[in-house]
């Protein structure tokens, strides 16, 4: 077992039961613990660390829309302002029956979804799990698999029934694949590379709408695949289907991003496609990677900046590593740590369990920001039952507040990309509404209340007139309204063939 910091010890029975011993300082009754005055003095250094003032946002804000036009009018920038081809808004009219392959990074999720019009839909779905050697093997064998199970999900599905599919019947579909790809035309998509754990051979470089579309052959199948597309994007289509007044979309989970609708004539980087001026194509913007390699916008403390040092792709997705899920239990568990090297926390116990890197959970900072009890008994529970740490009334109080403070920076550090949008856009004025999805949005208490606080506090009063709300399943309802919008331009003529 690894020595712990304080010099505390332990040593394991034939029995196999692990003893701890821990160095007392005081009486034998009672650990060493912080003062209540201790830890509010410490609060006031993490306040100002992490307190983000409306004129910081401003800064940001303004920073943040020039990125977005610079990706907009220059290839290969840091936010890459990625075109989808996806043409216009749904009508809230599109009707029938499409499919939709949402590929992952656990699950590969085939969905049958019937559009009735005016906003309405009904979907039945399957789930297929995909295993750690499909991820790694070689990619055409993947896609033959999407196949194998598109084919079964058909098979499935094929009857007289409601929600079924007639025999015969040939069907449109979107795939949602939510991996960097460049692309041309909707149909069309060439990978950049794998990300969330895949490293499928022989894909990269490679257009993956033509390797499916093989598989599709391979197994005859009567479906055509219609579109390519981002889950972002997705669902920015399924959200504006639901409630026309949704103008942008965002993902606030382990990932963060955003889409939007843009005219083509401020698109300067495909000017040479000679696409109408007067049309308007969705976004996704990949906004993660804002303010990357050279750090001058966003206010990082030290403790962000071991979190980029030491993660896998040091620099990059600057803005995502300060919002991301992914990252603020790690920026509160860095903190903890520089308290128990100044001897402030856990004296006299074996903290090793606090110190392996990525141990506390996101997760945790929810339990802690909404534990109703006054003895902060969740948050008790927490540290005995994951770190065997004891903790007192006040060092409970100072690690809610830390978690609130960190979930809080995170809440308006979104806000300002909204605001970035909502900006260039010109929408403060007539306001619009913000479909948002992802587990920290959806889970975590507060956080959508925040971003509000956000916006008010970027644009004062008017900020009021920009809205999120809960977004609609984009890999799923957005890729068939995709899949429709599309066959339908395709139908009339209007289909771009680079």
């Known amino acids: 077992m690894p020595a712990s910091r304080r010099g505390s010890g332990s040593f394991t029975l034939t029995t196999g039961q692990t003893i701890a011993i821990h160095t007392r300082t005081q009486d034998e009754e009672d650990l060493p613990h912080a003062t209540k005055k201790t830890m509010a003095d410490h609060l006031r250094k993490y306040e100002s660390l992490f307190t983000l003032t409306p004129q910081r946002m401003r800064m940001i804000v303004e920073a943040f829309t020039e990125t977005l036009e610079l990706g907009l009018n220059k290839p290969n920038q840091i936010v890459p ?6 043409f216009g808004w749904p009508t809230g009219q599109e009707k029938g029956d499409f499919l939709a392959l949402d590929l992952g990074g656990t699950n590969l999720r085939v969905c049958l979804v019937t559009l009735q019009g005016e906003g309405k839909f009904e979907i039945s779905q399957t789930k297929y799990r995909l295993s750690e050697e499909q991820k790694q093997d070689d990619g055409q064998k993947l896609f033959d698999f999407c196949a194998e199970c598109l084919h079964t999900f058909v098979e499935t599905n094929t009857g007289e029934g409601a929600g079924q599919l007639k025999p015969g019947q040939s069907l449109p579909l979107g795939f949602t694949f939510s991996y960097p790809c460049s692309q041309e035309r909707i149909d069309h998509g060439e990978l950049i590379r794998w990300t969330k754990g895949f490293g499928a051979g022989n894909t990269e470089g490679r257009d993956v709408a033509e390797m499916f579309k093989k598989s599709l052959e391979k197994y005859q199948l009567p479906i055509k695949l219609t579109a390519l597309i981002n889950d972002t994007t997705g669902t920015l289509i399924a959200s504006h289907y639901v409630n026309p007044k949704t103008k942008i979309a965002v993902i606030f989970g382990t990932g963060c991003n955003a889409a939007y609708m843009e005219r083509v004539k401020d698109i300067a980087k495909i000017e040479h496609l000679g696409i109408d001026h007067g049309a308007e194509m969705a976004i996704n913007c990949e906004w993660g990677a804002f303010d990357s390699f050279e750090h001058e916008h966003l206010p990082r403390t030290k403790y962000d900046t071991i979190v980029d040092d030491t993660s896998n792709k040091p620099g990059e997705q600057a803005f995502e590593k300060l919002i991301s899920g992914r990252y603020l239990g790690e920026i509160l568990r860095l903190v903890l740590c520089e308290l128990i090297d100044e001897g402030v926390l856990f004296l006299g116990q074996n903290t090793y369990k606090l110190e392996k890197p990525y141990c506390f959970d996101t997760a945790f900072l929810s339990l802690m920001e909404s534990d109703p009890t006054d003895e902060l008994l969740m948050v008790i529970g927490i540290f005995t039952h994951f770190f065997a740490l004891e903790t007192t009334l006040a060092e409970r109080q100072f690690f809610r507040a830390l978690a609130k403070l960190i979930g809080r920076r ?9 605001a970035a949008i909502v900006n260039k856009m010109g929408y403060l ?16 208490p507060g956080f959508a209340d925040r971003v509000h606080e956000g916006l008010q506090d970027i644009f004062g009063d008017k900020g009021r007139n920009i809205v999120t709300h809960h977004a609609e399943d984009g890999s799923g309802v957005g890729s068939a309204i995709i899949a429709a919008m599309t066959k339908h331009r395709k139908d009339a003529g209007l289909y771009l063939n680079v």
């Not at 995170?410 to 909204?418: D, H, N, P, Q, V």
């Not at 004025?429 to 975590?444: F, I, M, Q, R, T």
């Open 410 to 418: 995170a809440a308006r550090l979104s806000s300002c990309g909204i």
């Open 81 to 86: 302002m990625i075109p989808t081809y996806v």
């Open 429 to 444: 004025e007539e306001g619009c509404s913000v479909g948002a999805d992802g587990s920290l949005y959806n889970k975590y």
